[in-house]
Nanobody
Framework: QVQLAESGGGLVQPGGSLRLSCATS????????MYWYRQAPGKQREWVAK???????TYSVSTKDRFTISRDNTRNTVYLQMNSLKPEDTAVYYC????????WGKGTLVTVSS
């Protein structure tokens, strides 16, 4: 079955960096676009970034120029490099794939605070 497992979250000061990973299994990773979403406390889940099977990337307005999504098809893993972090980036970050069914990981918490 499809499994997604995020890791790499934690507490970071404003202006700092974190790299999130999402290890996957149960589907042909290289065939599908991968997504990162986030959900801040009391808010709806929002889309953060996308990387296609051809490694074309797109970003939300709020994360463009600070975040970088990438993938390693040999490791079936998608990454999110987050730089210049702001307190408003505090959220649980989820990776996602749609294979005909939508799949989500359990998320990893990122807290940006001094």
């Amino acid at each position: 079955q499809v499994q997604l497992a995020e890791s790499g979250g934690g507490l970071v000061q404003p202006g700092g960096s974190l790299r999130l990973s999402c290890a996957t299994s149960g589907f042909i990773f290289g065939n599908f676009a991968m997504y990162w979403y986030r959900q801040a406390p009391g808010k709806q889940r929002e889309w953060v970034a996308k990387i296609t099977s051809s490694a074309i990337t797109t970003y939300s307005v709020s994360t463009k120029d600070r975040f970088t999504i990438s993938r390693d098809n040999t490791r079936n893993t998608v990454y999110l490099q987050m730089n210049s972090l702001k307190p408003e980036d505090t959220a649980v970050y989820y990776c996602n794939v749609f294979t005909g069914t939508n799949y989500w990981g359990k998320g990893t918490l990122v807290t940006v605070s001094s």
